[in-house]
């Protein structure tokens, strides 16, 4: 199990109902890519950052390791806004506001991310994809969802297992090697993905299958209180930022 | 390379979602009917998207010395066709937003014209082209996957350029800025990726020759039923080469179905 989903399972909140989470974490993306980033982006990162260290419970090292990885394309990107190319003073000089439109495109980024890592932090993919019918989602295509799903977990587990047989046996030593381990990974998971799909119509076929796939979804309501107070913040949040606006330069 | 959550301002993120609906909706309303007429392709488009899922977690070596992702377009669009690839690259690309980070739910309209639509379609012409002009397959499968890779990022380039135009020179200007730093990272990366793909493409062709001619990636030999393995294939001309019907998506997946 990849390490956000493991933590989604044994979340505090995971007994919430995802929409209530979905209105406080994507409520909060929304806010950090429509306010302006100083000090609209910065207070939802704060917000964000308190609720997924605090309420939430996530670990502060879990939440490093996944937001690392957005953060290196931000500032790989944000790195870009620094510079101009053409002007009278040479062909590539430093921009006019360069720093301050990378600066405010970096707290959107990491404001609008940490949003989204509310989400999934305490949402597992299995709460979340059954009930995207009820959102419009065709169901054939949320039961192809869910079998990759599954079947991603798998083939992953198998992948690893493959890959320490392969460095066991000097499989990664050259670069020749390493290639040739690399290219039977990736034909070894259409082989074992096809196999399993194969094994599964099998036995679901002996159980009656009728091409819907019933899974168990955890019987939970959305809490009216939660989503109130979630809105409640999402707007102080808004009215924060107008009155700050007026007095920070 | 995956643009991060709100990277894009919110008009881009809301324009690259709208012009991404139509290949997404067309792309569903295909494998709604597929499943809906074969009901037990549910489990092999589920399979295909574990396996997109699980090629785009591959870390393959860069010429330049480091590492990174493929994006594994190429050879799903090359495999399931690009329709197929929309959704199953759509599914994909909000699993790696959700599980892993990668990405974003504000961009995911952007990162779906550049991975799951540009790149796949991009791909699978240049593919198609040259299994027209009888092309060697590995050929051809090279320039797919080399190409599906290079015009995701030649997209993704321009849809930064448009959001961040350089203060200077513009449009251009940004687009040189972008496409400049992807270009020393990414043609590597499109070189490792189309050579990969040949690899894997080879491993397939001798391991699992049934399920390539049942997605009409080979063609059936003469006097050799379905899925049994052969030394020799005859069978590398893609089943929708000129002058001969192309298999609708829902032919192809159902008969891979049907058999498996």
Same mark, same amino acid.
Do not use: I, K, N, Q
């Given at each position: 199990m990849l390490p956000i989903d493991a933590a989604a399972h044994s979340? %505090?909140? %995971? %007994? %919430? /109902? +995802?929409v209530d989470k979905a209105v406080l974490g994507l409520g909060l993306t929304v806010l950090a890519i429509s306010l302006p980033p100083w000090p609209g982006a910065a207070l939802v990162l704060v917000a964000a950052l308190v609720l997924l260290l605090g309420p939430a419970g996530v670990g502060a090292r879990q939440l490093w390791r996944a937001y690392r990885v957005p953060l290196g394309f931000c500032v790989t990107g944000a790195l870009t806004l620094l510079v101009q190319i $053409? $002007? +009278?003073? $040479?062909?590539?000089t430093l921009a006019d506001g360069g720093p301050a439109r990378a600066g405010g495109l970096l707290l959107r980024t990491s404001a609008a991310s940490l949003g989204v890592l509310l989400l999934a932090f305490t949402t597992p993919m299995s709460d979340l994809l059954p009930r995207l019918v009820k959102a419009g989602v065709p169901a054939p295509v949320v039961d192809v969802a869910l079998v990759t799903y599954r079947m991603s977990f798998l083939l992953l587990d198998s992948m690893s297992r493959i890959r320490q047989a392969q460095a066991a046996r000097l $499989? /990664?030593?050259t670069r020749a090697a390493a290639w040739r381990s690399l290219a039977g990974l990736g034909a070894t998971a259409f082989v074992r993905a096809f196999d399993r799909a194969g094994r599964l119509q099998a036995g679901l076929a002996g159980r009656g299958y009728d091409g819907t796939l019933r899974v168990l979804v955890p019987d939970v309501r959305v809490s009216r209180g939660f989503v109130a107070a979630s809105a409640t913040l999402l707007t102080g949040l808004v009215a924060l930022t107008l009155v700050l606006e007026r007095f920070l330069p | 390379m995956h643009i991060a959550e709100g990277f894009l301002p919110p008009a881009h993120a809301i324009a690259w979602g709208v012009a991404s609906a139509p290949f997404v909706v067309h792309g569903v309303r295909s494998l709604t009917r597929e499943v809906k007429e074969h009901p037990e392709s549910t489990l092999l488009l589920g399979a295909s998207g574990a396996f997109t899922f699980v090629l785009s977690a591959l870390k393959i070596p860069s010429v330049t010395g480091s590492c990174s992702h493929p994006t594994g377009t190429g050879l799903g669009a090359i495999l399931f066709r690009p329709p197929i690839m929309t959704v199953l690259g759509t599914i994909t690309l909000l699993f790696q937003a959700l =599980? =892993?980070?990668? &990405? &974003?739910l504000t961009t995911l309209g952007a990162n779906v014209f550049s991975m799951a639509i540009i790149g796949p379609w991009a791909g699978y012409a240049v593919y198609k082209l040259l299994k027209r002009y009888e092309v060697p397959l590995m050929v051809a499968v090279f320039f797919g996957a080399f190409v599906a890779d290079l015009s995701t990022y030649c997209v993704t380039s321009v849809q930064l350029a448009l959001a961040f135009p350089d203060p200077s020179s513009g449009f251009l200007g940004a687009l040189g800025k972008f496409g400049g730093i992807f270009a020393v990272t990414q043609i590597p990366l499109a070189v490792s990726e189309g050579l990969l793909t040949v690899l894997v493409m080879r491993l397939l062709v001798q391991s699992s020759k049934g399920e390539l001619t049942r997605l009409g990636v080979l063609l059936q030999s003469k006097g050799t039923r379905p899925g049994t393995r052969t030394e020799k294939s005859e069978a590398t001309e893609d089943a929708g080469a000129p002058g001969k019907p192309a298999k609708s998506e829902a032919s192809r997946t159902s008969e891979t179905g049907a058999s498996t």
């Open positions: 979340s %505090r909140w %995971r %007994r %919430r /109902h +995802p $053409g $002007g +009278p003073d $040479g062909f590539v $499989g /990664h030593t | =599980l =892993l980070a990668h &990405g &974003g």
